[in-house]
């Protein structure tokens, strides 16, 4: 066999040593690998080192940790553990078309409650001169047309999501508005289907809605989402700081919410528009 691809046998028996030397000297690390991975199987090398590092107070170098990963077949673990589904993701799959509760409701004959339905997705900008990028999450009544909950951040995430409806919880109690049973409608996205954002939900007993056609069962955010940026764009492109980020994004929202017509509304800012629903 090494006639046949032109190798010399020292270098066969160069990497067998050195296999056998690898095993004996980091034999130590496995279940500690295997422990990172069955925790985190997204991480790759570097991560796995960093954690190794920070957590264990191993010093290793990210190229040996690739090394051990192939030599114990850990990445054939990895691949497995990613193609995996969740429980929420197995849900989904065995529910079918039946996940979109909101295009449901809106099939049926009777008119939409004034916060029954809500939208929610994340959507990128570019600040500092087009040098630097942040994410925003708004959560919108389908009725009220109203920004209820909204939070800024640096990446998609968590903690994110939950301060944006942290942030809504506080508008419905501003409002004196029971949000039981309110609809959540978003995308697939690895946030939306996390234990923290579903678990929160359904702690404050909403009902969860998932599009089952990507983006086309979410139009209602892509529309939100180019009304919203476009007019301050230039405006965050001008600003050099996330402070400077956040007072750009509150001034939107309260213009949004308080002055800015929309055609649904009968010409009305949203506010306006509650205010006379909820008096009526």
Not at 144 to 153: H, N, Q, R, T
Not at 172 to 200: E, P
Request: aromatic share 10%.
């Amino acid at each position: 066999m090494l006639s046949a691809l032109e190798l010399p046998g020292s270098t066969w028996y160069y990497r067998e040593t050195e296999k056998d030397e690898l095993k004996d000297k980091y034999d130590y690390l496995k279940p500690l690998i295997r422990k990172v991975i069955e925790k985190f199987p997204e991480y790759g090398r570097p991560r796995i080192t960093r954690e190794l590092q920070e957590k264990y107070g191993i010093e290793v170098n990210h190229k040996v940790v690739g090394k051990l990963l192939r030599q114990w077949d850990m990445t054939i673990l990895r691949a497995a553990r990613k193609t995996s589904k969740s429980p929420i993701e197995r849900a989904i799959e065995r529910v079918g078309s039946d996940a979109n509760l909101a295009k449901k409701r809106l099939q049926s004959s009777s008119p939409v409650e004034l916060f029954e339905i809500a939208y929610t997705d994340f959507t990128g900008f570019e600040y500092a001169g087009g040098t630097r990028s942040a994410k925003l999450m708004a959560i919108i009544g389908h009725t009220s047309k109203l920004i209820i909950g909204w939070a800024p951040g640096k990446s998609r995430n968590k903690v994110i999501a939950c301060r944006a409806w942290e942030r809504s919880r506080e508008t419905f109690d501003r409002l004196s508005v029971d949000w039981t049973g309110l609809i959540m409608h978003q995308d697939q996205d690895s946030v939306y289907k996390s234990n923290r954002w579903v678990d929160q939900l359904l702690e404050d007993q909403l009902k969860i809605s998932y599009s089952t056609n990507g983006a086309k069962d979410n139009t209602y955010m892509e529309s939100f989402n180019g009304h919203f940026k476009n007019p301050i764009k230039s405006i965050l492109n001008g600003a050099e700081t996330t402070r400077e980020v956040k007072e750009v994004i509150e001034k939107r929202v309260m213009q949004w919410n308080q002055e800015r017509r929309h055609s649904s509304l009968g010409q009305t800012a949203p506010i306006t528009y509650i205010k006379q629903e909820i008096r009526d």
